[in-house]
């Protein structure tokens, strides 16, 4: 997302409604972040602990690729104006929910068992006639943490520009996917009743709209048929829907998606990404539950999954959460939301999310083929707000602009999840994190 205007805003919020336990102890903890040696990292209860003495330990490196334009000299940490300059996107982009508002997402009492393995394998990767390594990769390209896990096991784990297994790093899009794993809950719950009802049968504030009318199914499809413009301009659609959300200029809630109110096709007919679709997504949830969409992801979850580190998401002046971006989280810990749907849906023996679902939402139906990889878009095809492999059955992925992402091959138990700071929203390089992913693939999987 483009920068906002304002000011820097704590954690915390004196509303009565958010939940604010555990709040003061992040702001305090981030002040001393700030001045720590580079390779400290947090200590508040909302980041990971350290691994026990004698385990083994992710590689860390204090630059990455055009470290100095990236601020290296301490990494700083921007405002609601500067966030996204290029300076400031290591230190920001791992520190958001400290430049914005953000309901806090509880970690479990307990995590579950994730090991670095002891070695780290090999992995070789194919690119524009080129055979490359992990470490020519990360030579070559903006990332910030980089982690490759089977089942219990972290087969590698690197972090560049002094990140590590503390910070919390945003997601932007990738939370999509995440919301659509909570609307797969809320359906076998039956606090949802249908992809095929309408989004007003659960916001009555969209009654008369034209995202009133549009169904479930086709706002997770992202083929509503309503405009919408996104192409990160700083004049389109993506910036009014979130100025008038995390950043938190206009009133939030209801009104933020009933501005975008005229019909260009009807629905489910085209793919169209339009990311407040997931908003509208968002808000049918916290209607349908009755509490916020964070609380619902804690229990159902979070807490469920044993995540290591507390957890945000960014919030809109009304509390709702941004459902179309915003969750920030330590990389472990986005491993293990893979690695749930890695293993469709089921964690260590209990059914979390139903199968059904995962595989609805990750397979293009035959009656919509304007969903189909490369036709959808030149390489990927379309889900429940999942990114579907064009020649690889089952294998999907989160994406998020400036190179967020979580790779998921269900067949092999594996998941990669890359955090980076590419300098443009939408870059070109993601071919080569692909590349990267095919590689691991052919390396790792088994």
């Given at each position: 997302m483009l920068a906002s205007r304002g000011r820097p805003m704590a954690l915390a919020t004196r509303r009565p409604f958010r939940s604010?336990?555990?709040?003061?102890?992040?702001?305090?903890?981030?002040?001393?972040?700030?001045?720590?040696?580079?390779?400290?990292g947090c200590t508040a209860s909302a980041r990971s602990s350290s691994p026990p003495s004698g385990a083994a330990r992710p590689r860390v490196s204090p630059v990455g690729p055009d470290a100095e334009q990236y601020g290296a000299n301490g990494y700083p940490i921007g405002d609601r104006t500067t966030y996204s300059q290029v300076r400031f996107l290591v230190g920001s982009l791992s520190h958001?929910?400290?430049?914005?508002e953000g309901r806090l997402i509880h970690r479990a009492g307990v995590p579950s068992r994730l090991v670095l393995a002891a070695a780290e394998p090999e992995?070789?990767?194919?690119?524009?006639?080129?055979?490359?390594?992990?470490?020519?990769?990360?030579?070559?390209?903006?990332?910030?943490?980089?982690?490759?896990?089977?089942d219990d096991t972290i087969l590698v784990e690197r972090y560049q520009y002094a990140r590590n297994d503390r910070?919390?790093?945003?997601?932007?899009?990738?939370?999509?996917?995440?919301?659509?794993?909570?609307?797969?809950?809320?359906?076998?719950?039956?606090?949802?009743?249908?992809?095929?009802?309408?989004?007003?049968?659960?916001v009555p504030g969209?009654?008369?709209?034209?995202?009133?009318?549009?169904?479930?199914?086709?706002?997770?499809?992202?083929?509503?048929?309503?405009?919408?413009?996104?192409?990160?301009?700083?004049?389109?659609?993506?910036?009014?829907?979130?100025?008038?959300?995390?950043w938190l200029r206009g009133p939030g809630g209801v009104a933020a998606v009933t501005q975008f109110n005229e019909r260009t096709a009807p629905g489910g007919t085209r793919f169209s990404y339009a990311s407040v679709e997931t908003?509208?997504?968002?808000?049918?949830?916290?209607?349908?539950?009755?509490?916020?969409?964070?609380?619902?992801?804690?229990?159902?979850?979070?807490?469920?999954?044993?995540?290591?580190?507390?957890?945000?998401?960014?919030?809109d002046r009304a509390g709702q959460e941004s459902t179309f971006c915003c969750l920030n989280a330590v990389l472990r810990d986005y491993a293990r939301l893979g690695l749930l749907l890695a293993h469709d849906g089921n964690w260590r023996g209990r059914q979390i999310i139903p199968a059904a679902w995962i595989r609805e939402a990750t397979t293009v139906r035959p009656e919509q083929p304007y969903l189909a990889p490369r036709t959808a878009t030149r390489f990927f095809g379309?889900?429940?707000?999942?990114?579907?492999?064009?020649?690889?059955p089952g294998m999907f992925a989160f994406l998020g602009i400036r190179g967020q992402a979580i790779y998921v091959d269900p067949s092999r138990r594996l998941v990669m999840v890359h955090t980076a700071v590419r300098k443009l929203p939408v870059d070109p390089a993601n071919a080569e994190t692909i590349a990267l992913w095919?590689?691991?693939?052919?390396d790792l999987g088994r």
């Open positions: 604010v336990t555990g709040l003061s102890v992040i702001r305090t903890a981030a002040a001393v972040c700030l001045t720590a040696i580079l390779f400290a958001l929910d400290e430049i914005f992995v070789r990767y194919d690119y524009r006639g080129e055979s490359l390594g992990l470490d020519e990769y990360l030579a070559r390209n903006p990332t910030t943490g980089l982690l490759i896990a089977r910070h919390r790093f945003t997601s932007f899009s990738m939370a999509k996917t995440v919301t659509s794993m909570l609307i797969g809950i809320a359906i076998a719950e039956g606090r949802i009743r249908s992809v095929d009802d309408p989004a007003a049968a659960y969209l009654a008369g709209t034209q995202y009133g009318r549009t169904s479930l199914r086709h706002l997770l499809q992202m083929s509503s048929g309503v405009r919408f413009l996104e192409e990160y301009s700083g004049r389109d659609d993506i910036t009014r829907l979130a100025s008038d959300t995390f908003q509208v997504l968002g808000l049918v949830l916290t209607h349908a539950l009755g509490r916020p969409v964070g609380a619902y992801l804690q229990e159902k979850i979070w807490q469920p999954i044993g995540a290591e580190a507390d957890a945000t998401w960014l919030v379309y889900g429940y707000q999942t990114w579907i492999f064009p020649d690889e095919r590689g691991v693939v052919r």
